[in-house]
């Protein structure tokens, strides 16, 4: 089967226990040019208020699987850039978000 690359952004609002907004902003067909979009933050996928960032690699196909890996970003407001984190605790229990 073949795999994805799926990257969308999402804002996270402190005081919720859930991101208050997400986005799907693309897709791609291997994890460099995937993580390269983002640590680039092309075409300005942050947009202001997009403080998460996270690629899933999952299978193609109808009702996907959960993710068969997660790399997680948040968006550093010094550096002006996404930067690679673990997944945040509040999301352990959540998968699939670009493509739900």
């Keep these: 089967m073949k795999s994805i690359f799926v990257v969308t952004t999402l804002e996270y609002k402190r005081g919720l226990s859930y ?3 997400s986005r799907t902003v693309g897709w791609f067909d291997n994890e460099i040019d995937a993580r390269n979009e983002v640590e680039g ?3 300005d996928i ?3 208020n997009f403080n998460y960032c996270v690629i899933e690699k999952t299978e193609t196909g ?3 699987v959960p993710p068969l890996k997660e790399i997680w970003y948040y968006w550093n407001k010094e550096k002006e850039r996404y930067v690679r984190i ?3 605790k509040k999301l352990k229990s959540i998968v699939n ?3 739900g």
Excluded: A, Q, V
Aim: glycine share 12%; aromatic share 12%.
């Design 97 to 99: 978000f670009g493509i």
């Design 41 to 43: 933050n092309s075409l």
């Design 62 to 64: 109808i009702y996907p």
């Design 46 to 48: 942050h947009e202001g």
């Design 86 to 88: 673990r997944k945040p």
């Design 19 to 21: 991101h208050s907004d």
